[in-house]
Antibody
Framework: EVQLLESGGTLVHPGGSLRLSCAASGFNFNNFAMSWVRQAPGKGLEWVSSISGFAAGSTYYADFVRGRFTISRDNSRNIVYLQMNDLRVDDTAVYFC?????????????????WGRGTLVSVSS | DIQMTQSPSTLSASVGDRVTITCRAS??????LAWYQHKPGAAPKLLIYKASILQTGVPSRFSGSESGAEFRLTISSLQPDDFATYYC?????????FGQGTKLEIK
């Protein structure tokens, strides 16, 4: 059974930093790209960042986080991270971890077939 | 960037109703479109991918269709468990843009 469990969300001041983790199990983690998606209070889903599986750690970012957030993965521990720096009030959201449905050996971008339940990041003074 | 325009934003319906949610892409996405169901506090759930392929385990009352740049999610006969928020998502580009969401409410 595929499981994705996010952790690390908390209250942080504007300008602060935070690292989110997503522990994965139930599938061959190395083979799949992983992503972070967020949902601000009362808003819809918004893609944040992705990191490839087969394609040796290629990373992709939404414009609104590029230069502030860094996605990484530890394939030995089946964990994907999101390092969040220079946090802003409008980064307040539930952050979800999601798995691509197919591996990226054939095609780089897929839909998500499994998601975690999210971790809440609150940025406030 | 690709824009996904989803409508309606809210839909009120009754158990047994047939409902349709629409998503329009700002440019060709070659059918690379998924639909998700999301309930508060839960993980989003994949319903449909590649515009019309039903994900394993999803009830057959859900279906997806495509006509040019317009995509539709249809629920043929609403069940109590279906009241949730639904999102489309394009995955033809790295930005994997979501629609704004449709909240399906009980009438």
């Amino acid at each position: 059974e595929v499981q994705l469990l996010e952790s690390g969300g908390t209250l942080v001041h504007p300008g602060g930093s935070l690292r989110l983790s997503c522990a994965a199990s139930g599938f061959n983690f190395n083979n799949f790209a992983m992503s972070w998606v967020r949902q601000a209070p009362g808003k819809g889903l918004e893609w944040v960042s992705s990191i490839s599986g087969f394609a040796a750690g290629s990373t992709y970012y939404a414009d609104f986080v590029r230069g502030r957030f860094t996605i990484s993965r530890d394939n030995s521990r089946n964990i994907v991270y999101l390092q969040m720096n220079d946090l802003r009030v409008d980064d307040t959201a539930v952050y979800f971890c999601a798995k691509d449905q197919y591996n990226d050996a054939v095609r780089r971008v897929w839909n998500f077939d499994f998601w975690g339940r999210g971790t809440l990041v609150s940025v406030s003074s | 960037d690709i824009q996904m325009t989803q409508s309606p934003s809210t839909l009120s319906a009754s158990v047994g109703d047939r409902v349709t949610i629409t998503c329009r892409a700002s440019q060709s996405i070659s059918g690379w479109l998924a639909w998700y169901q999301h309930k508060p506090g839960a993980a989003p759930k994949l319903l449909i991918y590649k515009a019309s392929i039903l994900q394993t385990g999803v009830p057959s009352r859900f279906s997806g269709s495509e006509s040019g740049a317009e995509f539709r999610l249809t629920i043929s006969s609403l069940q109590p468990d279906d009241f949730a928020t639904y999102y489309c998502q394009e995955y033809s580009s790295e930005s994997r843009t979501f629609g704004q969401g449709t909240k399906l409410e009980i009438k």
